[in-house]
């Protein structure tokens, strides 16, 4: 219900009350007790307004921060390792489902702005052993190269933990996400082969080499996971 709605509403019943007081006989007021029962009428005004409060209507719930014990653990320690990216995230709604969908996209676009950061790395590289920063045209081919891999990132994440609290109607989703730095390598050596200018500008550099090794490391080690499961 509006405000204007609720106010219509206290308004004509404390209206009613007021009547009602005027209307008292006059011996109520005039045998020493006008104080009191001016003071009760104001206590008993308080208290319809406030039944009146709650039975006009009502907004959503608000959502209550979390306590401490209720945040899980691998939320504020996100862990740092060499092999993988690691992103969390939180987000509310009233809906379960959409909650975790919201926090999962959250937490996936946080791993692609780790990526992205970590393939500039690697141009900057380049740049300084092949004096690439000086030819546009192959600074534009990187750049898209990298839009790709940041794009293959965001399909490539695996949730790893996620867990959610409610308070009244509404869900706060808790979610981490994980993905293989080998696989964002392996996806930019793919686009820069598939690149003739490249490649031939690239292939005799140290990056290139640190980055090709990089990327048949993770296709061995994704072989050997294929075995266990097998």
Excluded at 13 to 22: A, M, P
Excluded at 108 to 134: D, M, N, W
Aim: glycine fraction near 6%; charged fraction near 25%; include cysteine.
């Amino acid at each position: 219900m509006s405000i204007s709605v609720r106010t219509r509403c206290l308004t004509s019943w404390t209206r009613k009350l007021g009547s009602d007081q005027n209307n008292q006989p006059d011996s109520i007021i005039h045998i020493g007790r006008e104080a009191p029962m001016r003071t009760m009428w104001i206590a008993l005004v308080l208290v319809v307004v406030g039944v009146l409060a709650a039975g006009c209507g009502g907004g959503p719930a608000t959502m209550q921060s979390a306590d401490e014990g209720d945040i899980p653990a691998w939320y504020t320690n996100v862990p740092q390792d060499s092999n993988y990216v690691y992103a969390v995230n939180t987000a509310t709604s009233q809906d379960m489902q959409l909650a975790y969908d919201k926090a999962t996209t959250g937490a996936r676009a946080e791993v692609g702005r780790q990526v992205e950061l970590k393939v500039s790395g690697l141009q900057k590289r380049f740049e300084e052993e092949t004096g690439a920063a000086q030819d546009a045209q192959l600074m534009q081919q990187f750049t898209q190269a990298t839009k790709t891999v940041v794009s293959t990132t965001l399909s490539g994440t695996r949730v790893k933990d996620k867990v959610h609290a409610k308070d009244g109607n509404i869900y706060r989703a808790y979610v981490r996400v994980e993905y293989p730095l080998g696989a964002a390598n392996a996806a930019l050596l793919q686009a820069i082969k598939q690149n003739e200018l490249m490649y031939t500008r690239f292939r005799a550099s140290q990056a290139y080499k640190d980055l090709d090794q990089e990327a048949k490391k993770y296709e061995d080690q994704k072989k050997e996971e294929a075995k266990k499961v097998e």
